[in-house]
């Protein structure tokens, strides 16, 4: 195999995975932020739920947003939106190549982590479109590219993807 090709299709999906991670492991050393409101081009606004008083040394993986429009959905520490595949069979992953670079999954170094209002014993990690995929009530959770901000749901828009409530269900407002 030609070495540029194999530093392409292997090296450079763990550079976006390794920026990830550290965008979701960035956050306030606030141990006091009750939350924040992020309003949106329509006037709408998401509120990120954090929990008060806890450490900055906590890892949280997943938390509760909630919107006029979505009602309450998952988003990982990073304030972005979470997303189940309707393609994915149970902790399979249906969601390879091309379309993990534009729907990059959610890991986590350690279990799986969460604030109130997440259901721990529905959090797990498999060995899916990459080692340590965090999952949700058997779903395989996965961040939108086209979310840029906390609190975005443009991946709501695209076929067969869908945002998380807290119980685990998809949220589809058709």
């Known amino acids: 195999m030609n070495r540029n090709r194999w530093v392409r299709n292997r090296w450079v999906p763990g550079v976006g995975v390794a920026v990830i991670m550290t965008l979701a492991s960035c956050g306030s050393s606030d141990s006091h932020d009750a939350g924040a409101t992020k309003t949106d081009e ?7 739920s954090t929990t008060e008083g806890a450490s900055a040394a ?3 993986t997943v938390k509760v947003a909630e919107n006029g429009k979505f009602g ?3 988003v990982g520490a990073n304030g972005r939106t979470l997303y189940l595949f309707e393609k994915d069979q149970a902790t399979e992953s249906a969601c390879t190549g091309g379309c993990a670079k534009v729907w ?13 209002g997440v259901d721990m014993s529905r ?3 498999f060995n899916g479109q990459v080692p340590d995929h965090v999952a ?3 779903h395989p959770l996965y961040f939108y590219t ?5 609190g975005e749901v443009n991946g709501a828009s695209v076929p067969m993807w869908y945002p998380i409530d807290p119980n685990g269900d998809k949220i589809d407002l058709d």
Do not use: C, M, R
């Not at 990059?104 to 109130?116: I, K, M, Q, V």
């Open 42 to 48: 329509k006037g709408g606004s998401t509120t990120i």
């Open 58 to 60: 906590v890892d949280v």
């Open 72 to 74: 309450k959905f998952l």
């Open 104 to 116: 990059p999954a959610l890991t986590s170094t350690g279990a799986p982590s969460s604030e109130s």
């Open 123 to 125: 959090l797990a990690t």
């Open 136 to 138: 949700y009530n058997g």
């Open 146 to 150: 086209g979310d840029t901000a906390p």
